[in-house]
């Protein structure tokens, strides 16, 4: 009986060694293409697994900024701060749904933040400790309610 338990573990230990293998990630985007019943659109594999230091608000703020002034080929000081807040996302959306894909259905902590360029709003919205990204005002969504840090 021994022996046959010592097989069957070497069978799930090598058939596990093969799944690890065929799963390492090449660092791209990965649409999973087998697609439940229920399921009518493709999901987005994560990018990248490596751990990243997460951001404080200041920080997310001054990546904001940058990543504005970039965005329209002007001058940092250009862009100034009209308004920041901790808020709950409605999913895992943050806010900013893309049309035809699918996102977790619970509260998300996170950051809506509002930059000025002249008259115009520009809003990036992120969870908390994540790095901000724009969200067009044709997608964005209100969040659950206000501050992120108390959920419950």
């Not at 596990?16 to 799963?23: C, E, L, R, Y």
Request: aromatic share 6%; with cysteine.
């Amino acid at each position: 009986m021994k022996k046959q338990y010592s097989v069957l573990f070497r069978a799930a230990l090598c058939t596990g060694s093969v799944m690890a293998v065929t799963a390492c990630d090449s660092g791209e985007k990965q649409v999973v293409s087998e697609l439940s019943p229920a399921q009518d659109t493709p999901t987005v594999a994560p990018e990248n697994d490596t751990p990243v230091t997460p951001m404080n608000m200041k920080t997310q703020i001054e990546f904001s900024r940058t990543d504005l002034a970039q965005r329209l080929g002007i001058e940092l000081d250009s862009v100034t701060l009209s308004g920041s807040s901790p808020v709950n996302w409605r999913s895992g959306a943050l806010g900013c749904p893309e049309p035809g894909m699918n996102y977790t259905e619970s509260l998300v902590p996170g950051v809506l933040i509002f930059l000025k360029v002249g008259n115009e709003a520009h809003g990036y919205h992120a969870k908390v400790g994540g790095e901000p990204f724009y969200c067009p005002r044709e997608r964005a969504e209100k969040p659950a309610f206000g501050t992120g840090a108390d959920v419950t």
